[in-house]
């Protein structure tokens, strides 16, 4: 399995910046699809989820109503569509793959697969 995350950069707060993943090496339709960030000095944490359908998709209370996620079954990718950003959104965001949504319904986000991550820098 290879995830491939892309399109971090530095951004102003209150600005947007989509995130992509394109997965390969894996029956993408059958994974669920995660973004998890980890700012320095911190832990990495949970960010958002979307089932292996597209339809159902979890959030983490910090981004909720900013970031979306989304996939795009036909190209095998994955995205984060982040909005109203705030130097707090600043970290190193990463996506990950797994077989089962119960990763992420049990709050325990064990996911499988994991790629390189991607920078995101909020400026205030």
């Known amino acids: 399995v290879q995830l491939q995350a892309s399109g971090g950069g530095l951004v102003q707060a209150g600005g947007s910046l989509r995130l992509s993943c394109a997965a390969s090496?894996?029956?993408?339709?059958?994974?669920?699809m995660g973004w998890f960030r980890q700012a320095p000095g911190k832990e990495r944490e949970f960010v958002a989820a979307v089932s292996w359908s597209g339809v159902n998709t979890y959030y983490a209370d910090s981004v909720k109503g900013r970031f979306t996620i989304s996939r795009g079954t036909a190209k095998n990718t994955v995205f984060l569509q982040m909005n109203s950003l705030k130097p707090d959104d600043s970290a190193v965001y990463y996506c990950?793959?797994?077989?089962?949504?119960?990763?992420?319904?049990?709050?325990?986000?064990?996911?499988?697969?994991w790629g390189q991550g991607t920078l995101v820098t909020v400026s205030s």
């Open positions: 990950a793959a797994d077989p089962d949504i119960r990763t992420v319904v049990s709050g325990r986000y064990e996911f499988d697969y």
């Open positions: 090496k894996l029956t993408f339709s059958s994974y669920v």
